[in-house]
């Protein structure tokens, strides 16, 4: 779609990531891309140009995609789903996840938040998985989180003043995503570790929780991948994740450094 044109792998991953690879809407953000690259004579597509493209599409208020979420919100309200139905996608697109934070968030009663929620699902607007709640489409969250809660919270600012806020934090999201990217497998398997809460998630039909840890740890083992030790309250947890093809040495000397730890591992996993 960029023909001629050059993104920088670290913008196409953040682009990837806010959209979650909807074709629509990096249609309409490349096009934009390519429109403002074409009006300065660039064909290397800088972070500037790419940011001014979202600001664009999202912020102002000529831009595609904020009008097709304005619209979403106008369509929430005349429905009547609740009184307070934007402020649980709000919460939601804010990462809370659960019913009583949720609650706490939009300060409603906790019947109020199930019905609320449950007619957002109803709709297809939100995702349940067990206990947890998300809004199905992904840019409309980074909307909601970065456009219409900027307006919300800034409501004395000008829109000159906002814009410039918006732009400033695209770059730093920019940057965090760049971050993310840079990290070894193994740190990043511990960061996503780190997020569980004793969670209940449903895979495959069953029933599983994500405990809360006490301890993370990664160290090296056969130098080639490093496994991550995980303790709960109910044993240790031991993980290793790899880019590659598992070979069997790998295997061996997964089985030799459990069998290394004081006590047998409680779960035991290999992916690659």
Sequence with gaps: RLGRS???RGLERFLLRITDGNPYYLDVFIQRIRHLGKEQWLWRLNENIFSEAITEELFFRSGLLHLRFMGLLELINKARMSPYAVHVL???S???KKWREIARFTRRKLPEVRKSLARLVEE???SQDYTMFTISDSLFSFWLREVYMLRELHFDLDNGH???????RLHHLVRTSESTDSKELPERIVGLFERFNNDLVLLGGRRFKCPLFKDLRSRASNG???PVYAETGQGTWMTQVVHEKIREED???FVK????LPKRAQQRIMIA
């Design 6 to 8: 050059d993104l920088k």
């Design 124 to 126: 297809g607007l939100v």
């Design 162 to 168: 906002l814009a410039d806020l918006f732009r400033s």
């Design 94 to 96: 804010l990462g809370h």
């Design 257 to 260: 450094d459990e069998q290394d």
């Design 251 to 253: 295997v061996q000397q």
């Design 90 to 92: 709000s919460a939601l």
């Design 224 to 226: 080639r991948v490093f």
